[in-house]
C-alpha cells in the first residue's frame, strides 16, 4: 500500500521492542504496527465506539515499551480529565511526541461520550474475572 503524499517516509526501522521509527516531516515518529488500523477501522464505522471495543486498545496502548504511565494520554487516561479539551490536548501533545498511535487512540477517545471515556480510565487497569459470566 502506498503511503499519502502527505507522509513522505525518508527511513524506517524496526526495534526489537516491535515499535517502528520513521523519520518524516523532519521529525522522527514511532508507532507499533496494526494499532493505527485498528483504530482506524473504529473511526471509519461512522458510529461512537463501545467501551469493549476500545478498552482492548487502551490496554495495548498502556503495554507499549513508552507507554507504561499512559504515554501521551496520560492526562486523559491516567488522571480521568475526559473533557473535550483534555483529549484535544492529548491529540496535540501526541502529535508533538512523534506518537503516532497516540494520536489515533486520542482520535477514537474524542468521538466517545466523557462518560465512556472515564470507563475506560477507570477499567484500563482491571482484568477480567474467569470465573464471572457478567461482560
Known sequence: MAESPELQLTQEKQYPCGCVYVEAFGRLLFYQPGFRRRCAFLLER?????????????????????????????????????????????????????DIDGMALASVLRMMSKTQRLKLATDRGKRADPGSSSG
Not at 52 to 80: C, F, I, M, T
Open 46 to 98: 461512522g458510529t461512537k465506539p463501545e467501551c469493549p471495543d476500545v478498552l482492548p486498545l487502551v490496554r495495548e496502548y498502556y503495554s507499549q515499551w513508552k507507554n507504561g504511565a499512559g504515554g501521551s494520554l496520560h492526562v486523559v487516561l491516567d488522571d480521568g480529565n475526559v473533557d473535550d479539551c483534555f483529549v484535544d490536548g492529548a491529540i496535540g501533545y501526541a502529535l508533538s511526541m512523534g
